[in-house]
């Protein structure tokens, strides 16, 4: 689906407590997809059995220079020739100094000099030994070379019970490193706006108009596009999800605030995706003090006014190389519907979605969807993952970049 499967990912365990850690690392990479190999220092093996690498990875761990395959064939060139990415995690002081002189006289050392792809390294140490000029000099020599990319190490509780800086960086965080650095940087320095997630618009201090939106297919394409380079802003209304990792997340609550806090962004911005279930109308009076039951009488009734339709008052104003993508969530005349709006908004794209359709849509964690520009359909996916949707949306856009 993102073009890395079966992808050679080798990782490097060297010995640190932090070993125990690349365990769940290596599952995590797993699940994108590659085809991960593991090599082990002997330090490594003191702290994790390579029996527990091998069944997570179908593949025997490489742990010496001094073997070869089955088919005669030397593990560490082979390997080394075939890998995308390396991870070493944890990297200790001692296998980031070995790096540095370009050692090779063990497995891990051996397999990154035979390779020429990229190399993430994730620290871990005692905080002397981390910032202690050797170190520093060795990871600046290293990362001098344009092939590794440092992640951490962070701050937090150590293996000797002292907090401080040396703490690896916690798995997830690798994993998604890895991945961007498996994933093509098609949206490298595209600046691209999201919106997601409902509008709350405020009746008295308890009370509030909203919708079912969970912001799940803003927040789908907010992370897709990072991942795949953009500088993704995600202006969001009140949701349960935490926002992507690698995307500058603002948190708006009503309609008005969402079009001040666009209005406010959209001198830098190329795309705007406009995945918010914006209310569309809003209190007359919003009271400040609690509405009472005496207060609203027999017959109660709320007075309310018009929001601002934000994408069309963008639009208005917009760059012309600006790129406009609405949505469209209907339960019928879909096509008709979604043209209608596309056109009286003066957008570039429009996502439609049928709702009345079960398990897709508003709220769901799949979706299904057409999308159309100005003269009519350009895409119609199948009932997918939102992620998938978004994958597709993404490409979509990138056609008219
Ligand atoms: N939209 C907006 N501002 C609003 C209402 C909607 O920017 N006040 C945007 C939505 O984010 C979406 C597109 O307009 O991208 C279409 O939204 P939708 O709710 O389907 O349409 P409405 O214009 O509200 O029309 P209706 O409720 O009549 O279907």
Redesign the pocket.
Known sequence: MRGMEHATVIVGVSGGIAAYKAVELVRLLGKLGVDVHVAMTRGATQFVTPLTFSALTKHPVEESVWHLSERGEIGHVVLGHQAKLIVIAPATATTIARLAMGLADDALTALVLASTCPVLLAPAMETNMWTAPATQKNVATLVKTGRYTVIGPESGALASGAQGMGRMSEPDLIAWHAEKALTPQDFAGVHMIV?AGPTREPLDPVRFISNRSSGKMGFAIAERAAMRGAQVTLVHGPVALDPPRGVHAVAVTS?VEMLDSLQALMKRCQVLV???????YAAQKVAKKKLKKQDLGKKPAIALTQ??????TIAKAKKKSTLLV?????TNDVEA?ALK?LRA?GLDL?VANDISAPGVGMDSDDNKVTIYDRRGVVLETERSPKTEIAEALLKTILDRL
Do not use: C, L, S, W
């Open positions: 919106t309609a406009m995945a918010a279930a914006v209310a569309d929001n601002p339709d934000v994408i069309a609405g949505f469209a969530a209907e519907n709006k908004k429009i």
